[in-house]
């Protein structure tokens, strides 16, 4: 066998040397500390949120176990209404009530007073003038816990207007589901509920007292 070229060997020779000395240059060359500016994300790149606290579970109003009266006074005497068509929306954690939230659509049109002559008024232009205003809605948009129960603070849109109306309730689960049972007080001139001869409080009281109680099934 013949030996190897000299001047290869020494090449070859000369490119180990080099690898291992650009080897030992990198490794003996500490990285440099990135600087604050490139640890900053870019300009217009999403950055993520908290996520929002959960709602809590969600009901709906049983309509056959529910109810939404109202009292009034007419000549003096105190009577009683009814709204016999509703629907209610619930979410609520009882240990988060912050993120809870109610929500109730009321058909004006099936109130009932037990009087079909105050029934009719009572729907006509003057009161909840069904014709335009075939529904009200009540939506809350703050749940705050009390020493006695609840306290929630909504919305009331009744008769084309919109006001404030604090509630305060009770809420319990139950083996089926939940209940919430509570009250509200309203005035019914500042929804222009009576016009005309009506807004005077001689013969129709002003104040209004609201009560409801809803037996909740879990919806998905």
């Not at 009719?120 to 020493?147: E, L, M, Q, S």
Request: hydrophobic residues 40%; aromatic residues 6%; contains cysteine.
């Amino acid at each position: 066998m013949k030996h190897g070229s000299p001047t290869l060997a020494i090449a070859l020779l000369l490119v180990a040397g080099g690898c291992g000395t650009a080897a030992q240059t990198a490794a003996a060359t500490p990285a440099k500390p990135m600087s604050a500016a490139a640890a900053q994300p870019a300009a217009g790149a999403p950055t993520a949120k908290p996520a929002a606290a959960a709602a809590g579970p969600s009901y709906g109003a049983d309509p056959a176990r529910s109810t939404l009266t109202f009292t009034g006074t007419q000549a003096g005497a105190a009577f009683k209404g009814v709204f016999k068509k509703f629907s209610a929306t619930v979410q609520l954690d009882p240990a988060a009530p912050g993120s809870g939230h109610i929500d109730v659509r009321i058909d004006m049109s099936s109130v009932d007073t037990q009087d079909d002559e105050r029934d009719g008024n009572i729907k006509g232009a003057d009161f909840f003038d069904v014709a335009r205003n075939p529904a009200a809605t009540y939506v809350t948009r703050a749940i705050t816990k009390t020493a006695k129960g609840f306290a929630a603070t909504g919305t009331l849109t009744l008769r084309g207007v919109s006001r404030d109306v604090p509630l305060n309730f009770e809420f319990a689960k139950t083996a089926a589901g939940a209940s919430l049972t509570g009250s509200a007080a309203l005035k019914r001139l500042d929804f222009g509920v009576g016009q005309g001869e009506w807004k005077s409080t001689e013969w129709v009281g002003n104040d209004v007292k609201v009560e409801f109680s809803l037996d909740l099934k879990p919806v998905p």
